[in-house]
């Protein structure tokens, strides 16, 4: 059918990939080979629209898709799957639905549909076939299956504009949209804190022993562990680490290639430029240059004229130094000059595509090998951390393999290794160990190990291996008064301290119905403090408040009026509307399209949204759709972490 695409357009692959990309938006299930056929037995099966059916492997490059776009938290996968399996069926409930309701387009239609998306595809009409069906061919694709999916595409553009059809926005719902946009209003608000309470907050022991009766059943021990623990020092082993001689002349032959210093001189110079001057200029710049070579070679002090002269930022404040330089680090120009003239010798000016340079070379050093003694220092280092790092490995594996054969060896091992050994009794994970302190991951491994198992070495805290042999587990158990104190103290000093700030709500709306609603009157009486928000909008928040949704009633309520005891964030509020700002509606004129725009996108998202949920309820009681439950739960246990 597609004799219309004849170009041989060098974009034709980016055209393709972006028309893959728009289809997709839509309709990525059916860019699939294969799609609409079973790819295996009913376990493949997620779900099957009139005769066609959504296989596993669909959904999962759906998935892989997204997760490669990151569209999703990873760690949220499991609730997300489902929701792309909901779209993939009303998408093809969609396309069952347009069938079913005789929608057609022909070839013609189709090729239109893609010219009008893509004209630069046709450029006189001409299309290169064989690079269109190499580019299909590398998505797993034939030119039938893709233009069949355009096709789709088509009935389905059809069939929504048929749902949306006859949707207007009312000049009302324009004005009270561009009303609700761009009123704003101002609060004045008294706040009680139940982080300012605690400290009022007092507990008697009779309260503090009623309030763990009652919530007894909510506190229970960690569970505890005690075990044998042999920890493995770096400080011990280095002790009695030595490093020979005879070790480090090795080490350095083995790396002498780190020691060798390629030839470099050490140099200054004076720069005067030439980017983006005339020919002119550039011969003044010149005798510039000639004149102070003059001044040096009659005695000049290069230091004083490279900071008068030099237009070099990086080294003229500093009289011209450049310090130490290697080949390969300047341009051509000035490294030949500052290899090959001698020490303390003056060059004719230099031009280089900066300007003119005067350079001279104050030192030089021949390519050389650091000798043995200037390294050793380094060596002795390198070679004590390395090995004792090996050393303390060594020690680890000869540790933990003896315990898991005999646990009994484990004295000598401590006398034989010099090995720390602990007997750590009831210890739980945020008890801190001797010698290692808190250690989540010593915990971890004590959890994955059974009762006179051996846990693998573990890195801990200080530069230290461990091992441990589990003797017991403690397990959870409904905990005593004096075990969890501390937590109970804290929790009923939160709860009452929440209690106070409600009452305190409660107690500033009474006075402020005596009062005649007088705020000030009531902050006084309180010793409160009253804040005023600066002004804000529906969609917006209220500074020291939180989201305008809480304050829903001020843009409804006159000036004056009383909002509250209104509890947000476990803080409590009274708010007294303060002032209001009508829209101005001289400016909606302007806004208008914009809003009809707006307007129109909400009520087709919710319209569409509305029909492709009803279509799918209706179509799941008729039978046309169905979906294999067993079959997405283990699609969705395949990507538990």
Known sequence: MFDLFRSRDKMVRYVLTGLLAIVALSMVSYLVPGSGTPSGGNDDVIAKIGDEVLTMREVQMNVQAAMRSKQ????????????????????????????????????????????????????????????????????????????????????????????????IVTNDEIE????????????????????????????????????FAKHRPEYTTEEKRSFDLYVVSEQKVAESFTVTEADLRTMYAANQDRYRLPERVQVRHILLTTTGKSADDVKKIEAKANDLLKQLKAGGNFGELAKKNSEDPGSGSKGGELGWVVRGQMVKNFEEASFTQKVNELTTPV???YGYHIVQVTAKEPAHLKPFEEVKAELVTERQKQGVFDRMQQIADQVHNTLQKSPAQGEELVRKLNVSLYHVDKAGSNDPIQEVGVSKDLFDSLASVQKGGVTPTIAVPGNKIAIAIL???????????????????????????????ADKGREAGEKLKTAGGD???????????????????????????????????????????ILGPL???????????????????????????????????????????????GLVTELIKQGKIKKNDAAIKRLVANYRG
């Open 471 to 501: 003797r017991e587990i403690i397990p959870v158990r409904p905990a005593e008064l004096n075990e969890v104190e501390g937590r109970v103290r804290d929790r009923l000093s939160a709860d009452k301290a929440r209690q106070m700030a």
């Open 351 to 353: 031009k280089t595509e």
């Open 567 to 613: 509890t947000i964030s476990e803080q409590v509020f009274v708010v007294r509307v303060a002032a209001k700002t009508e829209a101005d509606m001289s400016q909606l004129p302007a806004k208008r399209e914009e809003l009809v725009t707006q307007l129109k996108s909400k009520k087709s998202r919710e319209r569409q949204e509305l029909f492709e949920d």
């Open 72 to 167: 999703f938290p990873i760690e949220m996968i499991q609730n997300y799957i489902p929701e792309y399996i909901n779209q993939m069926i009303s998408e093809r409930a969609m396309a069952y639905q347009a069938q079913h309701m005789g929608f057609e387009a022909n070839d013609a239609d189709t090729a239109s549909a893609i010219k009008s998306m893509l004209p630069n595809l046709f450029p006189g009409g001409q299309f290169n076939a064989a690079t269109y069906e190499a580019f299909l061919r590398q998505q797993n694709l034939t030119v039938p299956e893709f233009e069949a999916n355009v096709h789709k595409q088509l009935l389905l553009t059809r069939l929504r504009n048929i749902i949306l059809e006859g949707m």
């Open 519 to 561: 705020f000030k009157k009531l902050a006084k009486d309180l010793g409160a403090e009253i804040k005023t928000t600066p002004d804000f909008g529906p969609d917006g928040a209220a500074e020291g408040i939180g989201s305008s949704s809480y304050l829903a009633d001020a843009f409804t309520k006159p000036v004056d009026t």
């Open 176 to 211: 009270k949209e561009y009303r609700r946009r761009n009123e704003k209003v101002k609060v004045d608000y008294i706040a009680f804190s139940p982080d300012k309470m605690r400290s009022k907050v007092t507990i008697s022991d009779a309260e503090l022993k009623d309030y």
